[in-house]
């Protein structure tokens, strides 16, 4: 049986960390998310305007924890339910 609540927070630990280091990368390294989108997203996206500011690292924060958290409830929620 998982533990959901603990899940939770170390879920939302961790997509803090990762997205603020992607920010700090994306921010430091222009280039580098050109580069994501072709081979991570499978994308080519020029002429897009780089736009960083507190507001958009917090609620990207927010809304990532928010995606997360609700995959990880998710998927708790039927580990903890469907039997073996």
């Known amino acids: ?10 879920t939302a630990a961790w997509v803090s960390i990762v997205y603020v280091v992607c920010f700090a990368v994306v921010g430091f390294l222009p280039g580098a998310r050109s580069g994501f989108m072709m081979y991570g997203l499978h994308m080519n996206v020029t002429g897009w305007e780089n736009i960083f500011s507190l507001q958009i690292l917090f609620s990207g924060l927010v809304i990532w924890n928010i995606i997360a958290g609700l995959a ?3 998927f708790a929620t ?3 339910s469907i039997r073996k």
Do not use: G, P
């Open 1 to 10: 049986m998982i533990h959901t609540e603990h899940l939770l927070k170390v």
């Open 72 to 74: 990880v409830w998710l």
């Open 78 to 80: 039927l580990f903890n």
